[in-house]
C-alpha cells in the first residue's frame, strides 16, 4: 500500500511517499481504507523529535485520526462488519491506503468523509474535559484557544450544555465564535479585565486548548485551581492545574458524528490535501496559520 513514512527524526522533507507491506487486522482489531486522515500538531512535533517518548518504532507512518471503509474484522471483534463506514483513532499511522484500530464509532452516511476524520481527537478531548470540570446548564466556562480545533469543539459543547462561554482568541476569529455562540475576547495583556467585563458575574471553570500562558490569570479569576484543566500547558504540575491527557473513546463517537451529520456540531476544515503532500500539510499546521483541520486524502 501506499503510505507517508519517515525514518529519521527532523523538519518535514523527511516525510516519503513510499510503498509498504499492509497490516492486517488481529485480535481486537479492524482495518480501515482510509478515505480522510486528519493533520494533528502532535504528528509535527513527534517527527521532530520533541515527544520521543510517543514516537513508534521507525519507520514511522505519522497520523491518529482517520475516516474508512471496515475491509478486515479481527478475532473477537463485535458490532461492526466489512463494509461499515467509521471513525476513530488508529494504531498503525493514518496517513496510509490502509491502517488498524481498536477505538472507533460508527459513521453516518451523510457525514462528509473530511468533516468524520476532524471529529475524534477533538470530540474526545472536550467531552473530557468538560465531564471533569462539571460543566453544565447555567455555569460559565473560560475557554483559552477557543478558535482552534478541539476549543471550538468545547464551545460547541458546553453551549449545549447550558453553560455561558467566554472564548479568548485573536480578534479576526471573534465572529467566528459568536457564531458557535461564545462570548469573544482576545488574549493578550489586560485579559483579565476583559474576561471581567464580559463575565460580570464571575466564571466557574477554565478549559485550557492552548497552552498559551494563561493558567496564571486562569487561577487568579478563579481564585484557585480547583476547577481548570489544561490540554496543552506544561507548567500545569508545578500551578497546581490539572493537565489532562487522552481516553479511549470508541461507539461514543458515534453520537457526535450524528450531530456532526445533522448540522449541530462542526469543524472548520482549513484544507483537504491529497496524501503526497503530507509535509505541505504539516508545514501548514506547525505554522499555526491554517483556520482550522487540514486532511489527507489517500
Known amino acids: ?66 475516516a474508512g471503509v471496515v475491509d478486515e474484522v479481527g478475532e473477537g471483534v463485535t458490532g461492526v462488519v466489512v463494509g461499515e463506514e467509521v471513525l476513530g483513532w488508529t494504531v498503525t499511522g493514518a496517513y496510509a491506503e490502509h491502517a488498524l484500530a481498536v477505538d472507533f464509532g460508527p459513521k453516518p452516511a451523510d457525514l462528509d468523509w473530511d468533516l468524520a476524520a476532524a471529529l475524534p481527537v477533538a470530540v474526545e478531548t472536550s467531552v473530557r474535559v468538560l465531564d471533569a470540570l462539571g460543566v453544565g446548564e447555567g455555569d460559565t466556562l473560560l475557554l483559552h484557544g477557543a478558535a482552534g480545533v478541539a476549543g471550538a469543539v468545547g464551545v460547541q459543547l458546553a453551549v449545549a450544555r447550558g453553560a455561558t462561554v467566554i472564548g479568548t482568541a485573536s480578534p479576526g476569529n471573534h465572529d467566528y465564535l459568536r457564531s458557535l455562540g ?86 472548520r476544515i482549513a484544507q483537504s490535501l491529497p496524501l503526497e503532500d503530507a509535509a505541505k500539510a504539516q508545514e501548514l499546521s506547525a505554522s499555526g496559520h491554517a483556520a482550522g483541520k487540514l486532511v489527507l486524502r489517500p
Open 1 to 66: 500500500m501506499k503510505a507517508i513514512t519517515y525514518t529519521e527524526f527532523g523538519g518535514p522533507e523527511v516525510l516519503r511517499l513510499a510503498e509498504v507491506d499492509e497490516p492486517h487486522a488481529g485480535p481486537g482489531q479492524v482495518r480501515l481504507k482510509v478515505v480522510a486522515a486528519a493533520v494533528n500538531p502532535l504528528d509535527y512535533k513527534i517527527r521532530n523529535g520533541w515527544r520521543p517518548q510517543m514516537a513508534p518504532p521507525f519507520p514511522v507512518i505519522p497520523g491518529v485520526e482517520a
Open 182 to 267: 461564545a462570548i469573544p475576547v482576545a488574549y493578550g495583556t489586560g485579559l483579565a479585565d476583559r474576561v471581567r467585563e464580559a463575565a460580570p458575574q464571575g466564571i466557574d471553570a477554565v478549559y485550557d486548548a492552548a497552552g498559551a500562558g494563561d493558567l496564571e490569570v486562569s487561577i487568579d479569576l478563579l481564585s484557585g485551581a480547583d476547577r481548570i484543566i489544561t490540554i496543552a500547558d506544561p507548567k500545569a504540575a508545578e500551578l497546581g492545574v490539572t493537565f489532562s491527557g487522552p481516553a479511549p473513546f470508541g461507539s461514543r463517537l458515534g453520537e457526535y458524528a450524528r450531530l456532526a451529520a445533522d448540522g449541530k456540531l462542526t469543524v
